[in-house]
C-alpha cells in the first residue's frame, strides 16, 4: 500500500510538472517562430514593406494599417502564400509553410495589440433615427451615401475620434459660416464658400449646386455670425439622444473599416 501511494504521489507529480512545463514549451516555440519570421520577413518582405511593416515607395503600411490588422491569420497566410494578382504583391509559393506562419506571426508583433472597438454608449438605432429626423444633421452631413453636401462626410468619422471628442463636436463645434452673395440686380445666393481668390468665388448651396461669381458682378458678400453647425444642441438634445446618436456614427465607422473577404485587396494602397 505505501509502495502503491508513492507511485501515486509520484504519477501526479509528474502530469503536475508536465503541464507546467507545457507553457514555457509554447512560449519558446512562439519565440522561435517570431525570431524566424522576423529573418523571413527582413529577406522577403521588408525590400517593399521596410524592416518596421511601415511602407516605403513601393508597398503600403501593414503595420499600422487596420484593415490590414483586422485580416484573420488564415487570411495573411493567404496572402503571402499567393500574392494579389494585378497588383504588385507577388506570390511566395518557394516559402514553406512554415515559414509563411512565422511571418505571420512576426507581422502580428509589428503591428501590436489589435485595437478594441469602443463600447456603444447608446442605441444606434434611435441614434440614426435622431441623425435623419430631430437633428436634422443630415441637412448637412452625409453618411454612407445618404444626406447633404454641404458640411463633411461622416461615414468614417467616429473611427478616429473617441465618443467624447464626437459628443463634444456635435455641442461646441463653431466651424463654418454660411455666405450671402448679392448679385448686381439684387438676386441672392446663400451658401458656403470652397473657393475664392482676389477676383472670385465660388459657393455651394445647401442643396449640393455650386455657384460661381466674379466678385466685379456681386453687390455683397455677407458672411452669417452664426456658424453653419447648430450651437443649440447641447440643449435640444438630452444626454441620452447625443449617446445614441454617437452610438450611430461609431456603428457605421465600424462597418466601413471592416475587411472585405472577396478580393483581400488590402495590400494595396488606396
Known sequence: MLLLGLLALCAVGSVATSQMAQPRARQKDSEAASTLG???FASTCASCHGLDGRGGERAPNIAERPRVQQLSDAQLFHIIENGIPGTGMPAFHALESPDIKAVVIYLRSLQGAKKPLNKLPGDPEHGEAIFFGKAGCSTCHMVTGKGGFIASDLSKYAGSHA?????NAITNDNSGRVV????????????????EDNF?????????????????DLEGLEYSPQPLMPSDYGSTLNSTELNDVVSYLMRVANASSAPPEPRMKEFEEE
Open 38 to 40: 522576423k529573418k523571413t
Open 163 to 167: 465618443p467624447d471628442q464626437i459628443r
Open 180 to 195: 450671402m452673395a448679392t448679385v448686381r440686380g439684387g438676386e441672392k445666393y446663400s451658401g458656403r464658400v470652397r473657393n
Open 200 to 216: 472670385s468665388v465660388q459657393l455651394q448651396a445647401l442643396d449640393g449646386t455650386f455657384h460661381f461669381f466674379e466678385k466685379s
